[in-house]
């Protein structure tokens, strides 16, 4: 069984670039949430996806976007980067309505 | 709106010690709460989950007790190691919260001397 993963491990980006980040999620699992933790911080809900649709989505601009695939793995997209996106970025992943939500390593993004 | 506190958000500690660590909440209406490791630059893992009809879990040397009426969460770490030098974090799950989100606490940094 695999655990969560994320690429890449690391990005740099300007401001106004568009970036994509990954995830694939434990197996078997069909929901999948992302994070932004900025430096010193504890991580910020972004949204969640069950089943290819966003299920719920925290304080965060739509230029804030996501997708579900139908094998549950999920990208995050950003347009239009700032430098406050600045951050690490995590997936969990876990079965809907589950207590438990196993997390990726992140991916560290700079935005310069 | 949930709001998580972690106090204090740095501690250094000879080894051997125990570990107090603390975590607050503004809204007592949690499903449950659950403490976890980050160490730097990595993702999360889960050290303990309390369900809020719960007063405390265990595991090992980690203990965490819960008091939803006060909102109130503690985490102890007996015996403390370099090894825990790491920066724990609290969640809370609230009910009906969008999507199972966690909210998390700040955090607190601990180092651990030997």
């Known amino acids: 069984e695999t655990g969560v993963t994320q690429s890449p491990t690391h990005l740099i980006k300007t401001r106004g670039q568009q970036v994509t980040l990954r995830c694939s999620s434990q197996?078997?699992?069909?929901?999948v949430s992302w994070y932004q933790q900025a430096l010193g911080q504890g991580p910020q809900f972004i949204f969640q996806?069950?089943?290819?649709?966003?299920?719920g989505r925290g304080n965060f601009p739509p230029r804030f976007s996501g997708l579900q695939f139908p094998n549950y793995s999920s990208e995050l997209n950003v347009n239009a980067l700032e430098l406050d996106d600045s951050a690490l970025y995590l997936c969990?992943?876990?079965?809907?309505?589950?207590?438990?939500?196993?997390f990726g390593p992140g991916t560290r993004l700079t935005v310069l | 709106k949930q709001e998580v506190t972690q106090i204090p958000a740095a501690l250094s500690v000879p080894e051997g010690e125990n570990l107090v660590l603390n975590c607050s909440f503004t809204?007592?209406?949690?499903?449950?709460l659950q403490w976890f490791r980050q160490d730097p630059g990595k993702g999360l893992t889960s050290l303990l989950l309390?369900?809020?009809?719960?007063r405390e879990q265990t595991s090992g040397r980690l203990n965490a007790s819960l008091d939803k009426s006060s909102g109130r969460s503690t985490l102890y770490i007996a015996a403390s190691q370099p090894g825990d030098s790491a920066t724990y974090l609290c969640?809370?799950?609230?009910?009906?919260?969008?999507?199972?989100?966690?909210?998390f606490g700040g955090g607190t940094r601990v180092l651990v001397k030997p």
């Open positions: 996806y069950y089943r290819e649709e966003e299920n």
């Open positions: 809204d007592s209406a949690i499903y449950n």
């Open positions: 309390i369900q809020s009809s719960q």
């Open positions: 197996s078997g699992h069909n929901t």
């Open positions: 969990a992943s876990s079965f809907y309505d589950s207590d438990t939500q196993y």
């Open positions: 969640a809370v799950t609230s009910f009906k919260a969008a999507g199972n989100k966690l909210t």
